[in-house]
């Protein structure tokens, strides 16, 4: 089990989920989990409704919250992002539960995972803005060179924190580093869907705090 701590520094390599650590230097890479709990209410949704219309398990996302999964799935990132999550202030240090929902919308937008078209070039273009090299990248997030290379070529499907982490490091706008497209529906000039395919619904009627988010949208609206 991993144990994150703060201005600590270790030398070794180490394997989990896929992904290799290697002279890890951990600065301030305390992650309160807890905050994706406070998103997610703040949404209005059950774990069960924020599961169905996000295409994860609740498992998944019961995880998650509590801190015993430390690698998010890209398609939880993305619901939270189309649903106007602010991930900038997510994944920051002391959580802004008032400016947490940008434009509360009037409904829930959920993603079909199968659907989903993620330009992962995104991290690289990201990474080569900050003047950063893999090598360079990798020593200031914790991951392997292999690893940083995996994610910009889109290999891994899994973001770790500690990714994330060196993404705010490097001042990258979160909600524009998540942004994507449907496979099927490409996103015109406008920002507009190109095709009204619709994407995955819940099973079951939303009833929850929020009544303006008791109903799903059959279109994701992917531009801000």
Avoid: C
């Amino acid at each position: 089990m991993l144990i994150w701590q703060k201005d600590y520094k270790f030398e070794y390599s180490f394997i989990e989920s896929g992904f290799q650590y290697l002279n890890i230097q951990i600065m301030n890479t305390n992650f309160e989990f807890s905050h994706l709990r406070v998103a997610r209410e703040q949404l209005g949704l059950t774990q069960k409704e924020a599961a169905n219309a996000s295409g994860i398990s609740q498992r998944d996302i019961s995880q998650l919250e509590s801190g015993l999964k430390k690698f998010f799935p890209l398609e939880y990132i993305l619901f939270l992002n189309i649903n106007n999550v602010n991930l900038n202030i997510l994944f920051s240090n002391n959580l802004n539960i008032q400016n947490l929902i940008q434009n509360r919308l009037g409904s829930i937008r959920s993603l079909n995972p199968a659907n989903i078209h993620f330009d992962y070039s995104i991290f690289k273009k990201a990474r080569e803005n900050a003047g950063f090299t893999q090598k360079q990248a990798s020593d200031r997030s914790g991951l392997s060179q292999r690893d940083i290379s995996q994610l910009e070529a889109g290999l891994k499907k899994f973001i770790p924190f500690q990714f994330i982490n060196y993404l705010i490091l490097i001042k990258a706008d979160l909600n524009e580093v998540f942004k994507y497209s449907t496979s099927a529906s490409p996103i015109n000039a406008s920002g507009a869907m190109d095709s009204k395919l619709p994407e995955k619904k819940p099973d079951f009627p939303v009833k929850n705090k929020a009544p303006e988010n008791s109903l799903f949208d059959t279109t994701p609206a992917i531009g801000k």
